[in-house]
């Protein structure tokens, strides 16, 4: 998997080497474990999907690429749409605290069980709707976000630090690219556009799970 990453682009070797130590069979039902380890997305339930590894990998490289040093280089992460867990565990190599956030209950469940089996303990995973952010007075490093609004909502850039990026796709189904916006000053964004990428649609509010 890490020579097909290498080969689609990613360059970022400190991403590669987070991704070979994440084993991504843990955060799927053992019925699609054979499948764990290509270049695909696969179902979690609830109608919501793992991403491929390649979209886990550019992501977290975008949100790296101003840094150069190994190790911890953010401070606090926010994470939206976290789902299983797989996108936590790799941002855990990079940054001293994730806040992750996820809207079906059973997956909130299910992600911090994956986390506690490979024993990451800096990631808290809250229940909640990921367009009020964290809903408490904490500003991040980076904000990564797996689910696709039709725009993405102001108010998650105001919840950045200076310097720090919103990574996050925008679009309908079928139309959507990946956005990168940093915060360069206090109320100054740069803003990038990059590839298509197909996200299940962000919605509001929270979910029991029903199926």
Sequence with gaps: MIQQLLDMGIK????????SQVPRHIFLDQALWSRAYENMALTIGYKQTISQPYIVAKMTEHLLSHTSKRGKVLNRVLEIGSGCGYQSAVLSYFSNDIFAVERIKPLVTKSREN?????????????ADGFNGWEEEIRFDGIICAAAPRQYPKELLELLEVGGKLV?????????????????AESEYAEMVYEDVAFVPMLPGTSNGEM
């Design 115 to 127: 986390l506690r089996e490979l024993k990451i303990r800096n990631v808290i995973v809250k229940h």
């Design 12 to 19: 970022d070797f400190r991403v590669l080497d987070a991704i």
């Design 168 to 184: 996050i796709p925008v679009g309908f189904e079928g139309e959507q690219k990946l956005f990168v916006i940093s915060k360069t």
